[in-house]
T-cell receptor, first 113, second 114 residues
Protein backbone atom coordinates (compact mmCIF):
# COMPACT_ATOMS: atom_id res chain seq x y z
CA UNK A 1 0.00 0.00 0.00
CA UNK A 2 0.82 3.69 0.02
CA UNK A 3 2.10 5.49 3.11
CA UNK A 4 4.29 8.37 4.24
CA UNK A 5 6.57 8.50 7.26
CA UNK A 6 8.03 11.79 8.39
CA UNK A 7 10.25 12.99 11.15
CA UNK A 8 8.66 13.38 14.55
CA UNK A 9 8.61 16.83 16.03
CA UNK A 10 8.48 19.29 17.44
CA UNK A 11 11.55 20.97 16.01
CA UNK A 12 12.87 24.20 17.50
CA UNK A 13 15.55 26.17 15.67
CA UNK A 14 17.18 29.54 15.99
CA UNK A 15 16.70 32.04 13.20
CA UNK A 16 19.11 31.48 10.27
CA UNK A 17 19.71 27.84 11.21
CA UNK A 18 19.60 25.05 8.63
CA UNK A 19 16.44 22.97 8.48
CA UNK A 20 15.96 19.35 7.45
CA UNK A 21 12.70 17.46 7.89
CA UNK A 22 12.96 13.84 6.81
CA UNK A 23 10.26 12.12 4.79
CA UNK A 24 10.19 8.62 3.37
CA UNK A 25 7.41 6.93 1.47
CA UNK A 26 6.06 3.58 0.40
CA UNK A 27 4.14 3.38 -2.84
CA UNK A 28 3.05 0.63 -5.17
CA UNK A 29 3.37 2.76 -8.30
CA UNK A 30 5.14 5.98 -9.24
CA UNK A 31 3.72 8.66 -6.97
CA UNK A 32 3.91 12.41 -7.01
CA UNK A 33 5.35 13.88 -3.81
CA UNK A 34 4.36 17.05 -2.01
CA UNK A 35 5.19 19.20 0.97
CA UNK A 36 2.31 21.14 2.49
CA UNK A 37 2.57 23.83 5.17
CA UNK A 38 -0.05 24.72 7.77
CA UNK A 39 0.21 28.05 9.57
CA UNK A 40 -1.62 28.41 12.90
CA UNK A 41 -5.38 28.44 12.50
CA UNK A 42 -5.25 27.89 8.75
CA UNK A 43 -5.70 25.12 6.22
CA UNK A 44 -2.90 23.36 4.37
CA UNK A 45 -1.13 25.15 1.54
CA UNK A 46 1.08 23.57 -1.08
CA UNK A 47 4.73 24.44 -0.45
CA UNK A 48 6.39 22.45 -3.24
CA UNK A 49 6.04 19.29 -5.26
CA UNK A 50 7.96 16.84 -7.46
CA UNK A 51 6.39 14.52 -9.95
CA UNK A 52 9.15 12.11 -10.98
CA UNK A 53 12.46 10.70 -9.79
CA UNK A 54 15.32 13.22 -9.41
CA UNK A 55 12.95 16.19 -9.72
CA UNK A 56 13.66 19.00 -7.28
CA UNK A 57 10.75 21.05 -5.97
CA UNK A 58 11.50 24.50 -4.59
CA UNK A 59 9.62 27.47 -3.20
CA UNK A 60 10.31 30.28 -0.71
CA UNK A 61 13.84 28.99 -0.10
CA UNK A 62 12.64 25.44 0.66
CA UNK A 63 13.81 22.52 -1.46
CA UNK A 64 13.14 18.80 -1.68
CA UNK A 65 14.46 16.22 -4.13
CA UNK A 66 12.51 13.11 -5.20
CA UNK A 67 14.89 10.21 -4.48
CA UNK A 68 13.48 6.97 -5.85
CA UNK A 69 16.47 4.88 -4.77
CA UNK A 70 15.99 5.82 -1.12
CA UNK A 71 12.20 6.48 -1.39
CA UNK A 72 12.74 9.85 0.25
CA UNK A 73 11.66 13.47 -0.16
CA UNK A 74 13.43 15.39 2.59
CA UNK A 75 12.59 19.08 3.07
CA UNK A 76 15.50 21.52 3.48
CA UNK A 77 16.01 25.23 3.94
CA UNK A 78 19.36 26.89 4.35
CA UNK A 79 18.33 29.72 6.68
CA UNK A 80 15.00 29.63 8.49
CA UNK A 81 13.05 32.69 9.60
CA UNK A 82 10.57 33.23 12.42
CA UNK A 83 7.85 33.39 9.77
CA UNK A 84 8.60 29.76 8.81
CA UNK A 85 7.13 28.55 12.11
CA UNK A 86 4.35 26.17 11.07
CA UNK A 87 3.47 22.50 10.74
CA UNK A 88 4.90 20.76 7.66
CA UNK A 89 3.27 17.73 6.05
CA UNK A 90 4.82 15.37 3.55
CA UNK A 91 2.33 13.73 1.20
CA UNK A 92 2.05 11.55 -1.86
CA UNK A 93 -0.59 10.94 -4.47
CA UNK A 94 -0.65 7.82 -6.55
CA UNK A 95 -2.29 6.95 -9.84
CA UNK A 96 -3.33 3.52 -8.62
CA UNK A 97 -5.61 5.14 -6.02
CA UNK A 98 -7.16 7.77 -8.28
CA UNK A 99 -5.11 10.69 -7.03
CA UNK A 100 -5.95 10.03 -3.40
CA UNK A 101 -3.51 11.79 -1.06
CA UNK A 102 -1.59 10.11 1.77
CA UNK A 103 -0.16 12.35 4.46
CA UNK A 104 2.53 12.01 7.06
CA UNK A 105 1.78 12.92 10.65
CA UNK A 106 3.21 16.41 10.34
CA UNK A 107 6.27 18.09 11.88
CA UNK A 108 5.86 21.20 13.96
CA UNK A 109 8.61 23.79 13.47
CA UNK A 110 9.20 26.72 15.79
CA UNK A 111 11.86 29.27 14.87
CA UNK A 112 13.04 31.53 17.68
CA UNK A 113 14.70 34.91 17.14
CA UNK B 1 -11.64 32.96 -6.92
CA UNK B 2 -12.81 31.54 -3.57
CA UNK B 3 -11.17 28.10 -3.87
CA UNK B 4 -12.47 25.70 -1.21
CA UNK B 5 -14.92 27.16 1.30
CA UNK B 6 -15.86 25.40 4.52
CA UNK B 7 -18.54 26.39 7.00
CA UNK B 8 -18.77 26.77 9.91
CA UNK B 9 -15.29 27.55 11.21
CA UNK B 10 -16.13 26.55 14.77
CA UNK B 11 -18.89 24.36 16.22
CA UNK B 12 -19.74 22.92 19.61
CA UNK B 13 -22.15 19.98 19.72
CA UNK B 14 -23.67 17.94 22.48
CA UNK B 15 -23.25 14.17 22.38
CA UNK B 16 -25.94 12.66 20.20
CA UNK B 17 -26.65 15.76 18.13
CA UNK B 18 -26.32 15.70 14.38
CA UNK B 19 -24.92 18.34 12.07
CA UNK B 20 -23.61 18.94 8.58
CA UNK B 21 -20.26 20.47 7.72
CA UNK B 22 -20.45 22.29 4.42
CA UNK B 23 -17.79 22.30 1.72
CA UNK B 24 -17.93 24.03 -1.64
CA UNK B 25 -15.34 24.54 -4.37
CA UNK B 26 -15.45 26.72 -7.45
CA UNK B 27 -12.57 25.18 -9.43
CA UNK B 28 -14.62 22.48 -11.19
CA UNK B 29 -12.57 19.76 -9.49
CA UNK B 30 -13.84 16.23 -9.81
CA UNK B 31 -12.15 14.90 -6.69
CA UNK B 32 -13.23 16.04 -3.22
CA UNK B 33 -12.40 14.62 0.15
CA UNK B 34 -12.82 15.07 3.88
CA UNK B 35 -10.05 14.65 6.43
CA UNK B 36 -9.87 14.89 10.15
CA UNK B 37 -6.76 16.17 11.86
CA UNK B 38 -5.88 14.97 15.34
CA UNK B 39 -2.70 15.62 17.33
CA UNK B 40 0.05 13.16 16.47
CA UNK B 41 -2.04 11.45 13.79
CA UNK B 42 -1.75 13.77 10.84
CA UNK B 43 -4.64 13.88 8.40
CA UNK B 44 -6.86 10.84 8.09
CA UNK B 45 -9.22 10.40 5.17
CA UNK B 46 -12.89 10.07 6.11
CA UNK B 47 -14.72 9.95 2.76
CA UNK B 48 -13.98 10.97 -0.77
CA UNK B 49 -15.71 11.45 -4.10
CA UNK B 50 -14.38 11.22 -7.65
CA UNK B 51 -17.37 12.98 -9.15
CA UNK B 52 -21.04 13.88 -8.73
CA UNK B 53 -23.04 10.87 -7.57
CA UNK B 54 -19.96 8.85 -6.57
CA UNK B 55 -18.64 8.56 -3.02
CA UNK B 56 -16.46 6.08 -1.20
CA UNK B 57 -15.09 5.43 2.27
CA UNK B 58 -11.66 6.39 3.44
CA UNK B 59 -9.66 5.27 6.45
CA UNK B 60 -12.05 6.43 9.21
CA UNK B 61 -15.63 6.57 7.83
CA UNK B 62 -17.63 5.36 10.84
CA UNK B 63 -20.08 7.91 12.19
CA UNK B 64 -19.99 10.07 9.05
CA UNK B 65 -22.05 10.24 5.87
CA UNK B 66 -21.43 12.12 2.64
CA UNK B 67 -23.23 12.80 -0.60
CA UNK B 68 -22.21 14.50 -3.83
CA UNK B 69 -25.20 15.77 -5.75
CA UNK B 70 -23.22 18.48 -7.58
CA UNK B 71 -19.60 18.93 -8.64
CA UNK B 72 -19.28 21.96 -6.35
CA UNK B 73 -20.60 20.68 -3.01
CA UNK B 74 -19.53 17.84 -0.74
CA UNK B 75 -21.20 18.03 2.69
CA UNK B 76 -20.13 15.85 5.61
CA UNK B 77 -22.83 14.70 8.02
CA UNK B 78 -22.28 13.62 11.58
CA UNK B 79 -25.18 11.33 12.39
CA UNK B 80 -24.93 11.21 16.20
CA UNK B 81 -21.97 13.17 17.51
CA UNK B 82 -19.58 11.54 19.97
CA UNK B 83 -16.69 13.04 21.96
CA UNK B 84 -14.29 10.95 19.83
CA UNK B 85 -15.32 13.11 16.88
CA UNK B 86 -13.82 16.21 18.46
CA UNK B 87 -11.30 17.21 15.83
CA UNK B 88 -10.42 19.68 13.11
CA UNK B 89 -12.03 18.78 9.79
CA UNK B 90 -10.63 19.74 6.41
CA UNK B 91 -12.22 19.51 3.01
CA UNK B 92 -9.98 19.28 -0.05
CA UNK B 93 -10.45 19.19 -3.80
CA UNK B 94 -8.31 18.39 -6.82
CA UNK B 95 -8.53 17.25 -10.40
CA UNK B 96 -9.15 13.54 -10.71
CA UNK B 97 -7.13 11.22 -12.88
CA UNK B 98 -4.34 13.77 -13.27
CA UNK B 99 -1.46 12.49 -11.21
CA UNK B 100 0.56 15.64 -10.75
CA UNK B 101 -2.14 17.95 -9.54
CA UNK B 102 -2.14 19.45 -6.07
CA UNK B 103 -4.94 19.29 -3.54
CA UNK B 104 -6.54 22.54 -2.40
CA UNK B 105 -7.74 22.77 1.19
CA UNK B 106 -10.39 24.72 3.00
CA UNK B 107 -9.67 26.66 6.18
CA UNK B 108 -11.00 23.90 8.42
CA UNK B 109 -13.83 23.40 10.89
CA UNK B 110 -12.93 23.02 14.54
CA UNK B 111 -15.54 20.76 16.10
CA UNK B 112 -15.91 20.08 19.81
CA UNK B 113 -18.34 17.45 21.06
CA UNK B 114 -19.20 17.70 24.75
Amino acid sequence: GNSVTQMEGPVTLSEEAFLTINCTYTATGYPSLFWYVQYPGEGLQLLLKATKADDKGSNKGFEATYRKETTSFHLEKGSVQVSDSAVYFCALSARDTGNQFYFGTGTSLTVIP
Amino acid sequence: NAGVTQTPKFQVLKTGQSMTLQCAQDMNHEYMSWYRQDPGMGLRLIHYSVGAGITDQGEVPNGYNVSRSTTEDFPLRLLSAAPSQTSVYFCASSYSGTLNTEAFFGQGTRLTVV
